[in-house]
């Protein structure tokens, strides 16, 4: 198969490993930068062009678009499924990913474990919402962050209103969020292919910090996981129209639940921490799925 990677940089980890497998796999692998694809948008013969070239003959692309190009990045991903170009990842579900608040209430209609969370327009609910998800502490997440960046553990009460109100002021959009002290600065990344978890690593922040994301600090080990866990997560991947996917799920009192659902999983965190080999999975998977035109949405919604 001819293959395309949308990724900003060939040399990150990620890209390259995807590469790597690929062409031991057989196929012919294509990294095109995401930002340097344009494309002529008309109803006779749409097209994808890079270089200076119109692009022919791509039975399959791989998106890994980075939270700060989604708007662009989506819109490419969107032309080359209207060409008919088997995405391993729809455009739309990405799109739905990178909405926190969307995620939470789309995996909250499928009955998915998940913190309890709160979202509201007016400082006057202020009390009444950190009521609600059961007081303080509690976690306060603006709706587009990544990396742990805009996540914030507010201890009491008053620390909560004031920064709930200072947000809100800043006009920046946030949730309100359970504390799942229990927990204990430790979530459980499950890397989804597919219908099958095909890798998963436990993530523990570190010393004094509650956020497990590896860019602060965190470090990662393989975990095994009980069905439970496993099932969440096949589920909240299916939920967001996914099919490779990282969820990031908490170990709760009340089992588990789901924080997030990532589009662009990281590869590295997750192969360095099991050994697993998860770059081969994914493109396993497209070899069993592979269709011209076998796209569930086409790019509409
Ligand atoms: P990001 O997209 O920035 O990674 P997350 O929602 O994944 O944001 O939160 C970052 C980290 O903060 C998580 O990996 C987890 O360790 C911690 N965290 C987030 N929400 C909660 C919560 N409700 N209770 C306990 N810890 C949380
Ligand atoms: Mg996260």
């Given at each position: ?134 007081g303080a502490p509690l976690v ?13 553990l507010a201890e009491t009460?008053?620390?909560a ?18 504390f799942?002290k ?120």
């Amino acid at each position: 198969m001819k293959i395309a990677i949308l990724s900003r940089n060939p040399r990150l980890y990620s890209t390259r490993r995807l590469v790597e497998a690929g062409e031991a796999r057989g196929h012919e692998m294509v990294v095109l930068d995401t930002l340097h694809c344009y494309m002529n948008i008309n109803s006779r013969e749409p097209s994808m062009h890079y270089q200076g070239n119109a692009l022919h003959g791509f039975d399959a692309v791989i998106p890994r678009i980075g939270a700060s190009i989604t708007f662009y990045g989506t819109a490419v991903l969107r032309q080359f499924e209207m060409l008919g170009v088997y995405p391993l990842n729809e455009s739309v579900a990405i799109s739905r990913s990178r909405d926190k608040l969307r995620s939470m209430q789309l995996l909250s209609r499928k009955g998915i474990g998940m913190p309890i969370t709160g979202f509201a327009h007016s400082p006057d609910d202020i009390p009444d919402l950190i009521q609600m998800v059961g007081g303080a502490p509690l976690v306060i997440k603006l709706l587009e962050g990544t990396q742990g960046i805009g996540v914030v553990l507010a201890e009491t009460r008053k620390a909560a209103e004031s920064v709930i109100e200072a947000f809100m002021g800043l006009k920046a959009n946030i949730m309100v969020q359970e504390f799942i002290k229990e927990a204990g600065g430790a979530d459980i990344r499950c890397f989804v292919v597919g219908d099958r978890v095909v890798a998963a690593m436990k993530r523990q922040a570190a010393e004094g910090e509650f956020r497990s994301n590896l860019h602060r600090g965190g470090t990662a080990k393989l975990v095994k996981i009980s069905p439970e866990e496993r099932s969440t997560a096949v589920r909240a991947a299916r939920t967001m129209g996914l099919n490779v996917a990282g969820v990031d799920i908490l170990r709760s009192n009340h089992g588990p639940v789901v924080m997030e659902v990532n589009s662009s999983p990281g590869i590295q965190g997750i192969e360095e921490a099991t050994g697993i080999d998860v770059a081969s999975k994914i493109m396993m998977f497209i070899e069993k799925t592979a269709r011209t035109h076998n796209t569930r949405t086409r790019g509409q919604g």
